[in-house]
């Protein structure tokens, strides 16, 4: 195969299990399920779209020779097959390449809907984009905030839309951004505390992703807002008092989350943990911590 520097598909040694003139397939390093294959133009191409004819003939022909081989081999019930092209889609390596993924009957709990994204869900100060942020990266997804993305669409900060406009429009607002970032490629996505109050809005998550509440009690959201003027929702007489109603109000709708996680006080890093083991948990299977992160990637891309 020809090289690149750094690029793992152009120097792929003792991997191969099969190849031709164009194109060479070989085993997924951190597979989804039993059998995950790769199949790789050695020509070194960062885009499906950049490939010849020849070169998509040749691995299409790969793909169809690889799946008799998993069929007789490891006896899937169906396969995902795909590219992702482009960051934005999910690309993670610079060098265009086909997934070739088995699939066994009960190994996710809903194998609809192809890339799913993780949304994270949970009261203000629980943490959703310090833990958002660190999950992006263990996953090697990009990281999305919707309240900066509301931001950035409407030119406003949440509180001067929350002045001029009022709630209802923020809403409304929210559930739209909310609506477009679920058609992007998978990434984690943090969300407002009021945004999974929406039934619109948690049927798109439902569809579109894996859905993680951060569950933290009143006193250590009240420790983690308290210094902060951002917080429109919290501008009354009792900022405390309010916080206690909207976890009486919200906490039962937050409860339909597939995931739930305890927000307290301790290392960021456990909370991400805990995360990706549950999340490895709902689209894997128990595995050990070692694996998670490995079998997480293959089930979201």
């Given amino acids: 195969m020809s090289s690149a520097t750094k690029c793992p598909f152009c120097d792929v040694g003792g991997r191969v299990v099969a190849e031709n003139e164009l ?4 085993r997924d390093a951190e597979p989804a399920s039993r059998g995950h294959t790769l199949v790789v133009p050695k020509r ?22 690889q799946r008799d081989k998993l069929l007789a081999e490891f006896r899937p019930d169906g396969f995902n097959v795909g590219v992702n092209d482009g960051a934005a889609a999910g690309q993670s390596m610079e060098h265009t390449h086909w997934h ?34 660190r999950l992006a990266a263990r996953l090697h997804l990009p990281f999305l905030d919707a309240d ?29 951004v909310i609506a477009r970032l679920l058609e992007s490629g998978p990434a984690v996505l943090a969300t407002g505390g009021g945004s999974f109050m929406r039934e619109e809005t948690r049927r798109r998550v439902s569809d579109k992703a894996i859905s993680i509440w951060l569950k933290a009690d009143a006193d250590i ?56 083991e549950a999340l490895h948990a709902r689209l894997c299977g128990p595995a050990a911590p070692s694996e998670a992160t490995a079998g997480i990637m293959g089930g979201l891309r």
């Fill in 23 to 26: 194109a060479a397939a070989l």
């Fill in 44 to 65: 070194h191409c960062t885009s499906f779209f950049e490939l010849s004819a020849p070169e998509v003939a040749a691995c299409f022909a790969l793909l169809s020779q």
């Fill in 100 to 133: 070739l993924i088995p699939r066994y009957r009960g190994d996710h709990p809903d194998p609809r809907g192809g890339v799913r994204h993780v949304v994270l869900v949970g009261m203000m100060g629980a943490g959703k984009s310090t833990i958002g942020r």
């Fill in 148 to 176: 900066t993305e509301i931001e950035a669409a409407a030119g406003m900060s949440i509180p001067e839309i929350f002045e001029v406009h009022g709630e209802p429009h923020f809403r409304d607002g929210e559930a739209r």
């Fill in 221 to 276: 959201i009240m420790r983690r807002v308290k210094r902060r003027a951002d917080r429109p929702l919290l501008q009354t007489a009792d900022p405390a008092a309010t916080v206690g109603r909207l976890i009486d109000e919200r906490e039962p709708v937050y409860q339909r989350a597939d995931l739930t996680i305890a927000s307290r006080d301790v290392p960021h890093e456990k909370i991400v943990e805990e995360c990706i």
